[in-house]
């Protein structure tokens, strides 16, 4: 099949190096001396998966056991599904060109409710049933993780089953539980006996031991475990100490023209800064940071590993380290011979955030971008951004001081309790940003030129946060909200983006949804969805063609306000964050009311904590970082 693909296939389609695998670390195992084999799948280009951590920290993990193999899968392009139908060849791995059934399980990363249908097209290419009930011992399991598998209900009959929390935490022990019901000379799991077994690790969700029931409404009634052996609720798996983590040091480096060039080093997981509408912010908690000596030890090893000339400092807010400022000061004293760069992807609003970056970008050609969310003070309480407008101008002030011209700022439309003078507000502020900027060029006597660039997506409500309880604006609205904004930045140096709200609107369904949207999933793909989140291949009338079909209505998900005691698709899965706290956050977010970090301040019990018998892990309490 490699001669095949080599020779007939790759020449022909854009991009051929997706394809090709045989990048520097990349690891090419034995197969008949791997006990248990594992596909990890990425639901979108090899370009954007490859940038993806949690892919090199499992392929590191699994890869670095002599009995385990873990090879890579991304979603090919369609010029690629093309020329693999019209030869008849099935999706295949990376390494080792294999067909994808031949593996014993089949992982998807599930980072965006838009890439679902290309889950769906990517087991049809690969020949393997869509539906987990129509899959017999003979086709690998089919498991899914990461954010969105905090509420798979959507994808509940396609899936075997899920991982709930830090799967670095938990992989091992399946491929083991897996090597342990391999049966028979074809060597293929017992799929039953394995699943009965792995539902009662912790962490584990398996769709088909639940049974949901519908009330008159259409709301859920209640979650119930078929059998008495599994848990009522699933609890997320947490990594406590990142320290002793797995982390690797040794990570694939991705062919260069297609993703950004550098390693990345986590320096901490979790975010306790409570915005409203952020998923992440309570889905990781609570927060864990590596202490400086490891990170130093990782970035070392990164850097002979990979010949990487850039180390990027990840986590939710790298700025938000405790030791973020020693930790520069020495990765910059190690590598200052070798000319190896550090950057930091997200800053904060607030003039340190820019200290910090000012300090690493000794060519500052690229832009900042900051992110006040919201337009006015009063909607940027709600969703307690902890964000003040003197704090914004104060950082751009000093970005453009340090000889930044290009300032992107990120904002929202369709946040809870907006109005009119909300969506105004973006304006006036990005106006504000533009004064100073000019100012301040005026003040160093430079002709250079200005650029801010005003980029505003739509609220979506996810589930696990104090939004969940929020319907979103309706399509037609967020259109008017964001041409209202256009009527408004009209200066030239005034970039401003938009994201198409009808997207936005089925995010929304699939991240409240619930089990039936599993056949509109079925039907869209079918009429042909896939990579939705490409504006080209955007169908959104298939999609609503498919939502009338199936006889549902896709409003009813996402422009309900659902009370407090409603139960919600997600409601067997525990992040550790209890609803009645989400439920006071939501009232105080009615109020403008503020939450303080809980580094900063006393606990405000969100419950992860005690629920998990985790705690912080911060390298230092107090003053000095970002605290
Ligand atoms: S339980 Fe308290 S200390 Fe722990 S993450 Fe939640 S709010 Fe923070």
Redesign the pocket.
Known sequence: MRQLIEQQILPRVTKPIRYQGNEFNSVHKDWGKAQVRMAFAFPDLYEVGMSHLGLQILYGLVNDREDLLLERVFAPWTDMEDLLRRHNLPLFSLESYRPLRDFDILGFTLQYEMSFTNILNMLDLAGIPLRAAERSDSFPLVVGGGPCAYNPEPLADFFDFFVIGDAEEVLLEIMDTAKAFKQGPSGRIAKGDFLAEISRVRGIYVPKFYEVSYNASGGIEKIEPVNPRVPAKVVKRVVKDLNTAYFPTKPIVPFADTVHDRVMLEVLRGC?RTCRFCQAGMIY???RERDQETLLKQAKELVRNTGHEEISLTSLSTADYSCVQPLITSLMEEFKNEMVGISLPSLRVDAFSVDLAKEIQKVRKTGLTFAPEAGTQRLRDVINKGVTEENLMEAVAGAFAAGWTTIKLYFMIGLPTETKEDVAGIAELAYKVLKKGKEILKEQKSKKSLKVTVSVSSFVPKSHTPFQWVAQDPVVMLQEKQQYLKSLLKDRHITYNYHDARLSFLEAVFAKGDRKLGQVLETAWAKGCKFDSWSEYFKYETWLEAFRECGIDPEFYAYRRPGFEETFPWEHLHTG?SKKYLFEEYQKALQAELTKD??LDR????????DLNV??LLQRRGKGGAL
């Open positions: 306790t908690r609570p927060v964050v809980c580094r606990c405000p019990g969100c419950g992860v904590c005690g705690k912080l």
